[in-house]
Structures are given as C-alpha cells and as structure tokens.
C-alpha cells in the first residue's frame, strides 16, 4: 500500500484529491482537452502537480491516445473531456474495452441534475457509457474521491482489463472536505493486477492432449500480450515443439522470426501458408483471443469444429467455448497458467525430447513469393508490398508502429516482421473504426523513446487532421506513413469483389493535397511516387527526430487484392491480380 498522507487528516478541495490520488497510482500522462467544466481541475493542476496533461485537439483523438498508451506501457491510462465533448471518447473508450484495456476516464459535467434541467451540454454521461465500461461513477462528494479512485483502478486492471468511467461534476473540484485516506493500493497501477491459475486438474488434461496431437497450433490472441506472457508461450512452444500463430491484435506475442512462429492469421494479414497451417491443425490450444470474425476468417479458419480438438485459455469466462467447442476450458491469467504448464511437464515427464519443428523454410518461401511477385502496379502508384519491405529492413528494434484497418494495416500485418517480442505493432481490429492510428501514434509516442511509424490512409486520415498540430507541438519523433487511394478503399473492394458493385459511388472522394497540409502544420514531408525513393525517404524520417509525414499514392483494394482469404477467392475467380 502507498500510503502517502495516510489517516492525516486535511482539509482538500476536489481538484486536489484527485491530483494527489493520481500522483499516488503513478500516473505519468493525462490525455485531453480543456472545457468550462474543467477549468477548477487545471487551476490546480498548474500549482500542484508534475502529471504532464496532454493536450490534444479532439477528444477522440485523446481517447484513442490513451488507448494506446495504456497497450504499450502496460499501465492504465487516463483520460479526461469536458462535458461538450463527452460523446466523442466513445470511439476510443469501445476500443479500450473490446480490446481489454484499461482506462480511467473523467468526463467533467454541469453541476448536479443540471442536465434534469436542461442545462447546456448536460447529459446522463452515466447511462451514456456504462455499456462500453467496467463500471461507470458518479462523484457526488470530495469525501468518497479516494475511495472510488482506489475503485476505479482496481476494476479497471484486475481480471478482464478494460475501462472505468468517472464523472465529475464541476462544483466537486471547487468544494472541501477533510480527506484522511489518502493512500493507494500499487498492484493497481498496472495490469494485469492479479494472476489466477487455471484449474490444476484441467491444466493436466490440457497438457495430456497437447502431447498425445498430431499436429498441435497454439493461437494466441492480444490477451498473451495484455498478460505479458510472451516468454511462457515462447517456453511451453519449444518445450512441445508447438507452432504458434497470432491474430492481429496479437501480433508480437512471439518473435515472428523464431522457427516455431507461423506469424499472424487470420482474415485481417494471416498469409495463406500460415492458414492453411492451423486449418490442418488437429489441435488447436486458443490463448487470450475472443476467437472473433476476423481473427477466425469468419470462424472458418480451423474447418470443420468437429475434427478438432479445442483448448481455450483466458482470463474472461465468456470468452471460452464462446465459438469453438472445448475439450478443455482453462478460466486463468495466461502467463500464470502457462509458467504452470511448463512446471508441470518439467516435473511429470523428465528429460522430455520432442522432433524440431522449424517454419522458416515454410514463411521464407511464402514470404519470398510475395516480395518478388512483381505484380504491375495500376499508373501513378506505388506497391504496398515495396514499401512495406523496405521499411521492415529499417525499423530500429525500438520503434513502435501503428495501423489501422485497411491497406494501411493489411500489408504490414502481413509482412513487417517484430524481432523481439512485445508490443511493437498495435491495431484496432476489435472495433475497427477509421481514425485509429495516428492518435495512437500520439500516444505510443508519450509510452515509450523510440520513434513511431503511423501508418493511415486518407478515409482516416480526414478524422484527425487537427491534431497534426499537436504531434509537431509534442516535439516527439513520429512518422505518419500516408496510403492514398482517394477512396475508402476497404468498403470498395468488399463492394466490388463481394458484392458485384459496379460503380461503388459511395466511397470515393475528391484529391487533396495532403503534403501540403502536413507542411502547414509544421511537419518534414515527402512523397513517394517511384519505387527507387522508399528507402531512402523512410530513413531520412525515421533519422528526423521530430514530425514527418510521408505521402504514397497506392492501389485500391478492388484493383490489387491484398491478404483477405474471401477476397482473394473472388479475386481468381475474377481474374484480377492478389497476394496471399
């Protein structure tokens, strides 16, 4: 327990109380932005507290920063809006809790029932996000701020992560109260707080299939990452001589370049070779995924459920068996459970010696007939999967990259290769929405010191282009990476290839000329219009140590089919030119 002035009994207004207890969880960063609500909490965050605010320009931006941050520091991120803008944290917010990731938001708002009055921007913040969080608070009393805050962290991090709403009306940062349990509880100030282990009986039933299977896959999800169990997957994979495959959200569960790893699968980067592996898999041990659509191809990936045999292990319980049928159900933390595993065949089977598995050849071979395809591009255009290469053979073992769902993500999904282990590559392909990747480039930025490669295409791009200027203003080294289609390319291809749309009217929009916009806000900028130029232009931003943005003209997904098993189907059946 922290205690800091602990059964001390003074006199504190609202403002205060929440600073301090924030100070007392280490916190380190708030995102946000101001509004008449929070005026009385930034007075006296000015004169008491080192908390570094940041200040962005939309609140969604500030939402899905914290999100972010919160992915890559493995602590719990805060958050805060006014109440005009408090329906604009909804997009982060229902990331933050489909993905499992923990958030404190504090929504500011008109003084008590002002909202039964009809007071300007008042509404009931409480029903409005007590579907998207762990719990949602209403401070009514400086008295109950630091028992609700130990609240909220604690919600927020122990079992499933995900986010706790605080609203606060404005008058509780002005009013007093003595305050004498002013203490923290540090285990809540990161995630996952706790650690169960799985049923021991089951865990042992488990390990019995794992080793009787012909042909045994272990699908990890970004629950291995929340759980921070990379290391005991990695363990209990060589121990078993078990590939390991990942969905995109968890992506960087494993070195991608270990023998044992297939890489990503799925429907959002899973390569065919990589499929078509866990599809033949007999059993296949499910950790830390909600096996959703996307990561399962539309629960087809593992074929008939019948022939298989299932082993789900998560932290959630309606996560288990929730698609595939279980042979066994581990209800755990991850690495928890997997630590335990290993122990158990340590001590039970002595001296235990499995046939080497080695994938490399295989993913070589895959990964060699995508890069040397030489698939013609349509004029005017730059390949992807150039551009994607280039940069995987440059990236620092430091650095951070962020995409978001369409071309921008589909090929480095693929094909950009994480070295080492961690939270090196984050997504948003729980909910998907457009708009993602450069404010979680913000907030990687503030997570860690290496530099972070954004890349967006221009359907996002058009959510957040007012927080370029807090990007330049943050001095931090980010690169946004601009896939320009003119279109919102993802819905044009699923129109066109799967639907028979001929003239896809609805995603198309004019040009803009988006270099000389990042060059207003004060950004580095380039554009790649050959082939020639990738590497040399990547390397000038990733050396720049502030603001860059590059812009690359690319295909539209209807024209070049990237790594999308339905769609390439049609793509054969149509003729048309498409990786896998």
Known sequence: MTTGDLFVIEQMNGAQVILKMLELHGVRHVFGLPGETTIGWYKEWRRHSGIEFVLTRDERTASYAAEAYAKITGRPAVLEAPSPGVTHCTPGITEAYLSSVPVIYFSSDIPMNGDKRHGLTGVDQTALYDSICKESFYLTSVKDIPFLMRRAFRVATAGRPAPVHIRVPANIFHETAEIGDLYAEPEYGSYPAHRPVADHARTRTAINLLMAARQPVIVCGQGALISKASEAVLALAELLQIPVGTTTPGKGTVPETHPLSLRVIGARGGMAYANEYVHEADTVFLVGTNTDSAGTDGWKLYGDPAGKTFIHLDIAEAHIGNNFPVKVGLVGDARATLDHMIEMIHRDHPGLARDKIDLTPMKRT???????????????????????????????????VTAEPGVSAIYPSALLSVREAGRRYITNYSMGALGYSVPAGLGAAFASDGP????????????V????ETIRRSGKNVTIILTRNDNFGWIRGEAILLDEVDEPWSTDFGPVDYVKVAEGFGFQTARITNESEIDAVLRAAIENPGANFIEVMVPSQDKIVPFVPNWVEAAKEKGLPYFS
Do not use: H, W, Y
């Open 465 to 468: 282009l007012g927080d370029f």
């Open 452 to 463: 972070v490669i954004s890349f967006t295409g221009d359907g996002s791009l058009g959510f």
């Open 366 to 400: 895959a990964l060699d007939a995508v890069f040397n395809s030489n698939i013609r591009m349509p004029e005017g255009t730059v390949s992807p999967v150039k551009l994607t290469q280039a940069l995987d053979a440059i990236l620092p073992a430091n650095a951070i």
